[in-house]
Each structure stands twice: as structure tokens, then as C-alpha cells.
């Protein structure tokens, strides 16, 4: 097996941005369904190891929250430990 890192696997699916089903008949550890995931597409993967079948599956089990972070406005001061202003 090769790996492949998951943002190279974004850049090739990014190529063909009106396939909506993506096809890989080696999937190995399943980068390139995790990919399809991402960028909401569906995939089929074709895999003869059984043991990398089991890790694509748990790969894909797995889903990742997104984080959601309220961005303070910049003149927004800190409180201090002791109730002061920190800047």
C-alpha cells in the first residue's frame, strides 16, 4: 500500500467537481472515501485485504466535530486575575 496524505486526496477529487459517486477500486485504508466524505460525495471502495477493509470502516465510523469558535472583537479587554483590565 501507498499512503496518501488526505489534502492531496481533496486536490485530485477538487479536479472533478461534478462527480458525485467517486470510484476506488484499491482503496487501501480509505483516504480517498474519507476524501469523497469531506466534499460531500459518495464513494465505493474496492478493497482484497479484509484488514484494510476493517480500517477504512473504522476511518469512516469516525467523524470529527466542527469546532465552532465565537471570534471576540479586537477592542474586546480580558479580565485579569484579580478583576483588572489584562490587554
Not at 483516504?31 to 476511518?59: F, H, P, Q, S
Not at 469516525?62 to 472583537?73: D, F, G, I, K, M
Request: aromatic share 6%; proline share 8%.
Amino acid at each position: 500500500p501507498t499512503q496518501k496524505p488526505l489534502p492531496l486526496m481533496h486536490w485530485c477529487l477538487s479536479f472533478f467537481p461534478n462527480a458525485q459517486t467517486i470510484l476506488d477500486p484499491f482503496m487501501g485504508s480509505g483516504t480517498t472515501l474519507v476524501a469523497a466524505r469531506d466534499l460531500g460525495r459518495r464513494a465505493i471502495g474496492v478493497e482484497i485485504e479484509r484488514k484494510y477493509c476493517d480500517i477504512a470502516i473504522e476511518r469512516l465510523r469516525q467523524r470529527a466535530l466542527p469546532l465552532s469558535v465565537e471570534e471576540r472583537p479586537a477592542h474586546a479587554e480580558q479580565e485579569g486575575l484579580y478583576g483588572t483590565s489584562a490587554k
